[in-house]
């Protein structure tokens, strides 16, 4: 499970075994409304890291 992104106390990653599936959000679980904000901004803003990670961990 290779970690792509930490930040305020979250940890982002992906199952190794995902590489035929398009990059997508995981579902809440039990996030506040306010914390998924946080964390899709986040993912905006690194967009080009999780999708050089992503590409670097599945093409190796």
Known sequence: ???V???NGYRLF????ENDEPIAIAYNHGFTSKEIREI????FSN????EEKWNEYFTE
């Open 40 to 43: 899709k901004e986040a993912i």
């Open 14 to 17: 992906f199952y190794s075994n």
């Open 5 to 7: 992104l930490k930040f």
């Open 1 to 3: 499970m290779p970690n």
């Open 47 to 50: 967009q080009h890291v999780i």
